[in-house]
């Protein structure tokens, strides 16, 4: 079986910076994608940012360019999100994703990953 699991995730005030970890475990597999997704309370879970495993290709949605940065580290399979600047609306519980076949769609879309963590909350006070 295949684990990721979220870590780095705490209170913070507005402003401030934090990095999540994200580590896989367990059965051996091929990475073709891994992600951030977020999900604030009553809405629904949203695409943050991606890197391609391979070439180290990185893309973001648009509130969080120029603040965040994610990137990866083959050897330990973990990959991290970078955060500054943090803003109240950022608060929401952040969820690592990992796509194991190659997708031929948009890697925001939650159908590119096929393992998921179980989240770390994050909270931005102003």
């Known amino acids: 079986q295949v684990q990721l699991v979220e870590s780095g995730g705490r209170l913070v005030q507005a402003g401030g910076s934090l990095r999540l970890s994200c580590a896989a475990s367990?059965?051996?597999?091929?990475?073709?994608?891994m992600a951030w997704f977020r999900q604030a309370p009553g809405k629904e879970r949203e695409f943050v940012a991606t890197?391609?495993?391979?070439?180290?290709?990185?893309d973001y949605t648009d509130s969080v360019k120029g603040r965040f940065t994610i990137s990866r580290d083959n050897f330990k399979h973990t990959v991290y999100l970078q955060m500054n600047s943090l803003k109240p609306e950022d608060t929401a519980v952040y969820y690592c994703?990992?796509?194991?076949?190659?997708?031929?769609?948009?890697?925001?879309?939650?159908?590119?990953?096929?393992?998921w963590g179980q989240g770390t909350q994050v909270t931005v006070s102003s």
């Open positions: 994703a990992a796509g194991t076949y190659r997708y031929t769609g948009s890697y925001y879309n939650t159908a590119a990953y096929d393992y």
């Open positions: 367990g059965r051996p597999f091929s990475t073709y994608a």
């Open positions: 890197i391609l495993w391979s070439s180290g290709s990185t």
